[in-house]
């Protein structure tokens, strides 16, 4: 609390002594770098003035989607709508445009309105520089995890055909190892899923620490869903004894590509 009373501090002496725009700028970097509470403090400070309130509104739904998804405060969520209401697409920049249809996204996912979110970021997908990766990178996992829960609440063939569609988005990517491994595993294809685990893990390899986390929810998705799936279909009698070769394999793989 003494930390955020220092910020909003900072923030009030910023905003006395700079111009609206400054203000904005520094709510943009408070959200960058998590700082949400602080963020929507000074979001709301900008969000005063016209000619840059639906900028300072958007940066608002942001930092209070983020703090939603960590909280799970009903509260925030429904803040982020209200300020999402309130932000004039034609009024903002062409970067922040993509912004404002993937926050829509967001505050649908959050709505439980998957098929919709879906749409949204899709769309945004269609409107995002590519020469921009890690944020494409972010934005398809948001799409993906849209499909992926439309999938689990559909009859089996809708859900495979929906499997299937985040399967030839991510070929088209050709960047995002989980996904296609997960879709594939999904679209009832587990051969595929296991030999595109493998690719992954090799493409994964020259990121170093930066690509620890993707290593580690791929390696989950491997020992915990592909590899049970894989033995159970390859030796439906004994399981276990395939499963134990395929994991002491994979180990090796993770070894040799460390």
């Known amino acids: 609390m003494l930390f955020r009373g220092v910020l909003l501090t900072l923030i009030f002496v910023i905003g006395a002594a700079a111009g609206p725009r400054d203000v904005l700028s520094r709510a943009r970097q408070l959200y960058n770098s998590s700082q949400y509470?602080?963020?929507?403090?000074?979001a709301r400070q900008a969000a005063k003035t016209p000619e840059w309130s639906d900028a300072a509104e958007l940066v608002l739904a942001r930092a209070y989607l983020e703090r939603f998804r960590l909280?799970?405060?009903?509260?925030?969520?429904?803040?982020a709508r209200e300020a999402l209401k309130q932000t004039?697409?034609?009024a903002l920049s062409e970067d922040d445009r993509v912004e404002l249809t993937i926050a829509l996204g967001e505050s649908l996912y959050f709505d439980d309105q998957a098929?919709?979110?879906?749409?949204?970021?899709e769309l945004a997908l269609a409107q995002a520089?590519?020469?921009?990766p890690a944020r494409r990178e972010r934005l398809l996992d948001w799409w993906a995890t849209t499909v992926d829960r439309q999938a689990q609440s559909s009859a089996d063939a809708v859900a495979r055909a929906l499997q299937s569609r985040i399967v030839r988005r991510m070929e088209d990517e050709l960047q995002a190892s989980y996904w296609l491994a997960a879709a594939a595993r999904g679209a009832g294809d587990i051969e595929r899923a296991w030999d595109a685990a493998i690719a992954g893990w090799v493409r994964l390899s020259p990121l170093g620490p930066r690509g620890a986390d993707a290593r580690h929810?791929?390696?989950?998705?491997?020992?915990?869903?592909?590899i049970p799936d894989r033995a159970r279909a390859i030796s439906p009698a004994s399981p276990e004894a395939a499963a134990s070769s395929m994991r002491s394999q994979w180990e090796a793989l993770k070894k040799a590509w460390s």
């Open 37 to 42: 509470d602080a963020a929507i403090d000074a």
């Open 71 to 79: 909280s799970g405060n009903a509260g925030d969520r429904d803040a």
């Open 88 to 90: 004039r697409p034609a």
């Open 115 to 121: 098929g919709a979110a879906a749409e949204q970021f």
């Open 129 to 132: 520089d590519r020469r921009q």
């Open 217 to 226: 929810e791929l390696d989950a998705l491997v020992t915990q869903a592909i």
